[in-house]
Every structure is written in structure tokens, then in C-alpha cells.
């Protein structure tokens, strides 16, 4: 019997449905404008894009200039990339204009639909960020989508690693700039670093489309993205606290693996305590519990979670002498990412490599206070509807399912449960052989490098092979039917040829370690017969095209032709067998994707499977599990367990019910539930931080836009001087209760000058006003003669240098001070007081006083600061030159050659006739002297 909710959906439709119905109209007015752009020659489609311009000038908004736009840049990818954007296309680009999240499947032309919505927001020239999920897809989506942008008469940048910043600014300047998340949030941090308007590289939050949405709003806003510094270096401690790990056992400590957390019990404490008394890390008398125990005991903490709750190969790999860590959503290794607080820094103590030393945070910023900067955002990922509440909650976004192009023909099959991962292993190596023998390309998911290499030893190994050929013989025994028997006596006979063969079923296994092999790899996975094993796809950003890549194909040939390669004759040929391979992987079924665990999320899951089945496609996905695999050991069901040995299954045997697939749900929603909640308090706390931030981000820009800052600075003096007056002559307080030679010396501290404030003070009738005006008055003087000293021009610089200079300062140590009182303060819920709330109040306090303190701080540096004196510099000159001269000398000993011809053109007294020789390389004028000890003399 269907429910109230299904019939009154199969009567009226789903919301999503009628969404998508409404922009029909809008669909319609674009294609029916098709026949005039194509009508156009090429100068007059890049003529289009002037005239919209000026459109939206004279007052047009873009909802009115969309239809041309989109069949504008319709007709330029169908030009440049032969692909004419479907009208499935057309909707989601309409839906990503509206600032909306399009769910599309994998394969349905995510990058070429956001060209339309791209090219239309970025009429108004403010610039639209295109955000990718790792360089090589910045740089590809870039390079490739660029031939549509140019044809339109649009500019296209790409940020990436390493670029200096003068590349890093044109590529910002561009009308279209694809980047990483990571490389957007940090450029937004450097740039409120700077001290020059010329050195900022963002100029503006207008619109952001993010690609793979989910994974980047979603799953690495779990932890912000933090700027650093150096701090003081404590290996030597860490290496000792390391080695006790080792020595504790059970009864020592809990892990608690839903939280991912790991502390002592009492009788760890106190074994813990012995030990760091017997290696003089504490006093005699001294407890763990004590204040001056807090290092340590975050020490402990820290190794203990390195041991017990960071595994190799899953969580991070040692590299060329590094931990590099692992991101568990895409497999990737996450280069120049680190753990905070000491975590990272206890996992290389662990792994006995160098220990880094730790880092101060000098700005940070939550993925999500950073994407809710735009103007407006929109984003694009085959998964995203589980996620449509905290989507909505924390960033405004809306989530629309776009329609296939065509419809899903992949058979997604329920999850298959083992009792024991031995037993679901042997099921997926006979599943891989099946599928190889009938020539169907496999894509298996694993969720682990140490999993994925576990799975290709199975693959390899000849005796596991063998029993399963025996097994599949004795089931052909047992079948009735004729078709039956002759179907698994085939199977055993492959398998059993398969098993005689040194490498087993052919494979190629995609991980961290083969990062670089990815495209590859993931390129050729459709290929007829290909079997690959591949830590979480999230993300991947290449489809896998049955039959192969063609593209790629055509450059591995051309490339091994060398001179002789006909890329034309190559293409045509490769594009023939790509194509006649693709047909038989059709007809072994297509893409079988094969998941050898569940993933915490079911987006991942969902993400793995929509590999198959792209663009109407056939395909299957299948799920092998076991009661061992963490979700299920963890957040499974215990009555599964009961119900599973209450059957009495023999061995090899699995259970496949809907209702598991319902329980499994349950359990994944209910962690997916934990970690939004741990993201939203995580937001919540930030938004506070966020609220300072803004603020004095604000600040550094109005101080860097402005040419003369002396009124601020003046502003400053004056209420130091009247903090300073109030504190030394409380209000409404008889003369012989003021403290006026405290206020002489804080007088001559901060503001810099020696007044008569005694003898004023002593004198018939005056007040705290009559001394805050005379004070500020000789300041006042004070600080005109040191502008005539120095010139207004250069004062007026180093007003700004210094302004900038402790702003940064102070807010780096407020930012340590924060993050002190956010470890902390939740201590106090054992008070019955809110943490949040607690944060909120003690912040401002901490926020007030750090203003105060800046004041305080600019004033006396601007009061102290003096030009030098001719003795003075040369003495400072001097010793710079000793000490670089004892540096280089220390680099590199001195050694003189034989005297050389001088250069063509070398006159002594021009620098510019020089040339540009290295500090170490023999002087231009031929003496024989290396440059540093000839004419490169400092």
C-alpha cells in the first residue's frame, strides 16, 4: 500500500520537479534564439559579448541579458570544443546563476555547464572564481574551457602553487579565475597580511562557483585553513614523551573511536607520572594534575592519539623522510598540510623522522566564513541532496536535482554482508575474476592505501585463485540446470588459468603513492577488461570513458611515435578501436564498480557508484561487506550480529536484504549527523573570531588606502593620554589622592615628551581636563617638529608602517590568546555555564583590551621613533657588512684563480657594465678575485 506522501508526489510531482519545470519557459527562450547566434560569424559572437556589456551599463540587470548569453556561450563551446550543451545543461547552468547548488550525475557535463553561468556573471567585470577540488583540475578546467572564454572575448587566469605574486595578481585580474579551495582561502589570508594596496591579489568576492561542492563546503570544513609560524622547537620532548607509548598497556587508556579521541585512566596517570619522575621531565611531588603539568599532559595526549588513533598508509604515509597526510575523502596526499597543536609533530616522533617544529598561528579562516565572503555562490556535484540541510543552514544554498540527458540504466545492487573480511575478500576476488573474464571493466573501491594494497596481493595470489576455481566447480556440481553448471564450470576453468599465471588478474591500483599516475590510470579504468583498485574516487574530476580515453590514448601513441608521429592518421585510428571496444564493454554489462567497504558518509558511496552508468550507460554497482569493517564494528547495529548468527550461515555465505541496506543508512546517517554537529559548533565558535577578523581586516585596508593617517594617529594620542590621566587622577578623587609622578614617567613612556606635570599639578584650581589639554598640546608640538624632521611625505610612511606593523603583531598574539581560551573554556559545561557563551564575552573583553594595547603601543613607537645619525648608520652599515662577509666566508672558503681577460666593455666606475655574476664566480674585471672580494665588495 503506497503512503499519503508518495501519491500525493506521483499526483502532483516532487518540489525538485516543479523547480526544474519552472525554468522550462527560460530553456525554451534559448533555444528558440539558437538559429540567430549561429547565423553569426566568429568576429560577431566575440562582438556579442561588447554589446551585453554595454547593455548592463545602461541599466539592463543579467536576469534580462541570460537567454543571449547562454545561447551566446553555447554557440562558442560548440565552436571550439565541438560539444553542444544539452538542455539538462541549460537548466542547472540557469539554477547556478541563481546562486543555487545543481546535484548532477557523474558524466553529465558538470565543467562545460558552468561556462554559461560563468560567462554571463562575468559580464559585469568584477570577476567569477571557478573553485576546484586540486591544481591538476584547476589547470586542466582552465586551459580546456579557456578556448570557449578567449572565442568570447573573455580573459581566463588559473592559481596554483608556488606562482609568484605578480603572476598571482594578473591571474586574479583575469574575467575568469579557476583555483583550489585551499589556494583561494590562503590568498585571502596573505593578502590581509600585506602592507602595500599593490601587493593584494584578490580584488574582489563577487560570484564563486564551486565544483565537487560537497566535498569542499562540506568535508574539508571540518577543519579551517591556518597561516603559520615558527615556534619554539621541543622535539627533543617529544621524542621522550614517545618512547613511553610503547610501555603503557590496556588498562592504561581508552579510545573511544566514534570521537576519534584517546585519554589516560587514573592508572595511566599514575604509570605515566613514575615514568616522567624517573626521566626528571617532573619534581619530585609534582602531579599531572598540576598547572605547571599542563605541557605534558598535552604531550601524552598527543602521542597517545598519534599510536593508537593515526594508522599508516590510511591516515598518512612517510614520504622522502616526511609524514604526509592522507585526505580521507579523495585518497589524495595533501602536500604542506599539518596537523595543529603538536599532533603532527607527535606522529613524526612516532615514525622516527625529523620533527618540524611546531607553529604559531598567524591567521586563519573557516572554509565557510571564507565562501559566505561572496556576493553569490553557487556550486555543482553528483551528491549533494543528503547534505541539503546544512547546506541551507550554514551558506543559503538551495539544491536542485538536474535530470539526466538520458536515463539511468546502472543496476545498483543491495549490499552483500559477510560475517568475517576473509570471507568477503575471497567474494570480491571471485567477483573481479568474473567480471575480467567476460571482458567487463572493474572500478574497486577500497577505503584505505593498506586496504587497496591488501586487495591487489589478493588479485596476485595463485593459491587463493585455485580455491576459488575449486569452490565454483563444486557449486557447478550442485546446479540442476544445465545452463547453470556449463556457466560456473566456465568460470572455474578462467579462474583456474588465471591462477596459473605469476601476476594473477590484471590490475592497476590508484592511491597516494601513485598520485602522480592518476589521470592515467583512471583514464584508461573503462577500458575492455581493466580491472583498478582506487582509494576513495571523490572528487576525481576525469570520467571513466568505456573503451578508454581517446585523448589520452592519442598523446601516449604520439608521444612514443616521436618526429614520425601523423596525428591525425593517430587519432583516426584510436578513436576506431575506442569505439569498438566501447561497444563490447556495453555488452559485458559496462562499468562494474565494486565497494569493498562503506564509507562513513554516504556521499562518498554515492560518489563511488555514480562512476558508472554516465550518460545512459549500462553499468552495476555492488557493495561487499563484513561485520569487521570499522562502520560496522563501530556504528553497525549489535542485533545484525544476533540476526546473522541466529540464521546459522555457513561459511562464504552473505545476507542481502533491503532492510540491512536500511539499518547500514541509519547508522551512516547518524555519523554524518555528529560530524555536521561538530562542524556547526566548530562555525560557531568562528563566527566569533570571524566578527574580529572582519574588523581588523577592515582596518588594514582603510590604513593602506589612506595617504595621511596623522587624525587617526592623533585620535590614538589623545585617548592613551586621557587613559593614562584617568588611571593616575580617578574622577571625582581630592588632589592628595592622585598619583602625578606615576603620571610623569607613563607620560614621558608613551607619549615620548618631558613636561612640567608636577608643577602643573600643584598649581591653584587645575583639574584632570586642564592636564589631558596640556599634555596633549606639547604632544601635539612634539610630534609636529618630528614631522619637520623626517619630511610630512616620509612621516606619514612610517605612521602607516608602524600602524600596520602592530596591528599584526597584536593580532597574531590575540589569535594564540583565542585559541588558549577555545581549548579551555569547555571545561566549564561542567559548571552548568555555556562554553559559546563564555567564549562570546571573554573574546570582546580579550578583543578591547588588544585595541587598547594597540593604541598604547603605536603611540609610543611613533613617539620614540627618531632619524639616525650619520655615526650611527655607518656603524649599522658596518656591522652588516661583517656579518655578511663572516656568513659568506663561512659558505664558502676563499679562493683566488688565475687573473682573467676583463669582459668586453667593462668600465670600474659603471656597475651597469658588469654584467650579473654570482657572489662566488670570478670578478668581470679579470683580476682573478671571486666577484664577492673584488668589485662585489659590500
Known amino acids: 500500500m503506497l503512503g499519503l506522501n508518495t501519491i500525493g508526489k506521483k499526483i502532483f510531482g516532487t518540489q525538485n520537479d516543479r523547480k526544474v519545470k519552472r525554468v522550462q519557459s527560460l530553456v525554451n527562450k534559448i533555444n528558440a534564439l539558437e538559429p540567430e547566434f549561429v547565423a553569426l560569424d566568429d568576429a560577431g559572437i566575440k562582438a556579442k559579448t561588447e554589446e551585453f556589456k554595454a547593455r548592463l551599463e545602461k541599466g539592463e540587470s543579467l536576469d534580462d541579458l541570460l537567454p543571449e548569453a547562454f545561447a551566446n556561450a553555447r554557440e562558442g563551446a560548440k565552436r571550439t570544443l565541438g560539444l553542444r550543451p544539452f538542455d539538462v545543461q541549460l537548466v542547472g547552468g540557469i539554477f547556478l546563476h541563481r546562486g543555487d547548488i545543481a546535484e548532477m550525475k557523474t558524466g553529465e557535463g558538470k565543467t562545460l555547464m558552468a561556462t554559461l553561468p560563468v560567462y554571463l556573471n562575468a559580464l559585469t567585470g568584477r570577476g567569477v572564481h571557478v573553485v576546484t577540488v586540486n591544481d591538476y583540475l584547476a589547470k586542466r578546467d582552465a586551459e580546456w574551457m579557456d578556448q570557449v572564454y578567449s572565442f568570447l572575448g573573455m580573459t581566463t587566469g588559473v592559481i596554483y602553487p608556488g606562482m609568484d605574486d605578480a603572476e598571482k595578481i594578473a591571474a586574479y585580474q583575469a574575467d575568469i579565475t579557476y583555483a583550489t579551495n585551499n589556494e583561494l582561502g590562503f590568498d585571502y589570508l596573505r593578502d590581509n597580511m600585506k602592507s602595500e594596496l599593490s601587493q593584494i591579489a584578490q580584488r574582489d568576492h563577487y560570484f564563486a562557483i564551486v565544483d565537487e561542492v560537497d566535498s569542499i563546503l562540506i568535508d574539508e570544513a571540518r577543519t579551517p585553513l591556518i597561516i603559520s609560524g615558527p615556534a619554539e622547537d621541543r622535539s627533543d620532548l617529544y621524542v621522550k614523551v614517545d618512547r613511553l607509548i610503547p610501555s603503557l598497556i590496556e588498562d592504561h587508556y581508552t579510545i573511544d573511536e566514534k570521537a ?10 599514575e604509570f605515566v607520572e613514575e615514568q616522567f619522575l624517573a626521566q626528571g621531565l617532573m619534581e619530585e611531588g609534582q602531579s599531572l594534575y598540576d598547572p605547571e603539568s599542563t605541557t605534558l599532559v598535552h604531550h601524552v595526549n598527543n602521542a597517545l592519539r598519534a599510536h593508537k588513533m593515526f594508522l599508516r598508509e590510511k591516515d598518512y604515509i612517510v614520504k622522502n623522510g616526511s609524514v604526509m597526510l592522507i585526505d580521507e575523502f579523495t585518497g589524495r596526499m595533501m602536500d604542506g598540510r599539518r596537523l595543529s597543536d603538536g599532533l603532527h609533530q607527535a606522529i613524526e616522533a612516532k615514525e622516527n623522522v625529523e620533527i618540524q617544529p611546531e607553529n604559531v598561528t598567524l591567521a586563519s579562516v573557516t572554509f565557510q566564513n571564507y565562501f559566505r565572503l561572496y556576493d553569490k555562490l553557487a556550486g555543482m556535484t553528483g551528491t549533494a541532496q543528503t547534505e541539503a540541510e546544512e ?23 543491495h549490499d552483500a554482508i559477510y560475517r568475517t573480511a576473509k570471507e568477503k575478500y575471497t567474494a570480491i576476488v571471485e567477483e573481479i575474476a568474473k567480471a575480467y573474464l567476460k571482458g567487463q571493466p572493474t572500478l574497486v573501491g577500497t577505503t584505505s592505501i593498506e586496504k587497496s594494497e591488501y586487495l591487489s596481493m589478493l588479485l596476485k595470489d595463485q593459491g587463493l585463485l585455485k580455491i576459488i576455481s575449486e569452490n565454483l566447480r563444486t557449486r557447478a556440481a550442485d546446479m540442476k540446470k544445465e545452463e547453470n553448471q556449463k556457466k560456473y564450470t566456465d568460470w572455474a576453468d578462467g579462474i583456474a588459468e588465471l591462477a596459473s599465471r605469476p601476476d594473477g588478474i590484471p590490475h592497476n591500483v590508484l592511491n597516494a603513492r601513485f598520485h602522480e599516475q592518476e589521470a592515467g590510470i583512471v583514464a584508461n579504468a573503462g577500458k575492455l577488461g581493466a580491472v583498478t583498485i582506487a582509494t576513495n574516487m571523490a572528487g576525481r574530476g576525469t570520467d571513466i570513458q568505456l573503451g578508454g580515453n581517446v585523448d589520452m590514448q592519442v598523446l601516449e601513441a604520439i608521444e612514443a611515435a616521436g618526429d614520425d608521429a601523423d596525428p591525425a592518421a593517430i587519432r583516426e585510428q584510436i578513436t576506431a578501436s575506442v569505439a ?20 562513513e558518509s554516504r ?28 562502520l560496522m564494528r563501530i556504528f553497525g547495529s549489535e542485533r545484525l550480529d544476533k540476526v546473522l548468527s541466529t540464521l546459522g550461515m555457513s561459511e562464504g555465505e552473505a545476507i542481502i536484504h533491503p532492510w540491512v541496506n536500511k539499518s547500514l543508512e541509519k547508522a551512516q546517517a547518524k555519523v554524518e549527523g555528529r560530524n555536521f554537529d561538530i562542524r556547526k559548533q566548530l562555525l560557531k565558535f568562528d563566527d566569533v573570531m570571524n566578527d574580529q577578523r572582519k574588523v581588523i581586516f577592515g582596518q588594514r585596508f582603510e590604513i593602506m588606502e589612506a595617504d595621511d593617517l596623522s587624525d587617526i594617529v592623533k585620535d590614538m594620542r589623545d585617548e592613551v593620554i586621557e587613559d593614562l590621566v584617568t588611571e593616575h587622577i580617578p574622577p571625582k578623587s581630592y588632589p592628595d589622592q592622585w598619583d602625578i609622578e606615576g603620571l610623569y614617567g607613563k607620560v614621558i613612556e608613551h607619549i615620548g615628551i618631558d613636561v612640567p606635570v608636577i608643577e602643573w599639578a600643584n ?44 596591528i599584526d603583531k597584536n593580532w597574531r598574539e590575540h589569535l594564540v590568546t583565542l585559541e588558549h581560551l577555545r581549548s579551555v573554556v569547555g571545561f566549564r559545561g561542567y559548571a552548568n555555564r555555556d562554553p559559546l557563551n563564555e567564549y562570546k564575552t571573554e573574546a570582546f573583553e580579550l578583543f578591547q583590551g588588544m585595541l587598547d594595547g594597540l593604541r598604547t603601543e603605536v603611540t609610543g613607537q611613533l613617539a620614540h621613533v627618531r632619524i639616525l645619525t650619520e655615526e650611527e648608520r655607518n656603524e649599522i652599515m658596518q656591522q652588516m657588512q661583517a656579518e655578511a662577509q663572516a656568513n659568506m666566508a663561512a659558505a664558502t672558503p676563499a679562493s683566488e684563480g688565475e687573473p682573467t681577460e676583463p669582459l668586453d666593455g667593462f668600465v670600474e666606475d659603471d656597475p651597469t657594465t658588469w654584467g650579473n655574476p654570482g657572489r662566488n664566480s670570478a670578478c668581470p674585471c679579470g683580476s682573478g678575485k671571486k666577484f664577492k672580494q673584488c668589485h662585489g665588495k659590500l
Request: charged share 35%; proline share 2%; hydrophobic share 35%.
Open 260 to 269: 576519534k579521541s584517546a585519554v589516560l585512566t587514573d592508572a595511566g596517570n
Open 391 to 413: 547546506f541551507q543552514e550554514i551558506y543559503g544554498l538551495g539544491v536542485v536535482e538536474v535530470p539526466t540527458n538520458k536515463p539511468i540504466a546502472r543496476i545498483d545492487e
Open 580 to 599: 569498438a571496444d566501447k561497444k563490447k564493454a556495453l555488452d559485458a554489462g559496462g562499468l562494474f564498480v565494486l565497494a569493498t567497504e562503506r564509507h
Open 603 to 630: 556521499r562518498i558511496d554515492n560518489q563511488l557508484r555514480g562512476r558508472s552508468g554516465r550518460q545512459g550507460d549500462p553499468g552495476k554497482s555492488s557493495f561487499f561487506l563484513s561485520l569487521e569493517d570499522d
Open 763 to 806: 598649581e591653584e584650581g587645575i583639574d584632570d581636563e586642564d592636564l589631558k589639554e596640556r599634555i596633549s598640546k606639547e604632544a601635539d608640538k612634539f610630534m609636529a617638529k618630528k614631522v619637520v624632521d623626517f619630511t610630512a611625505e616620509q612621516f606619514r610612511s612610517v605612521e602607516k608602517q608602524v600602524l600596520l606593523q602592530t
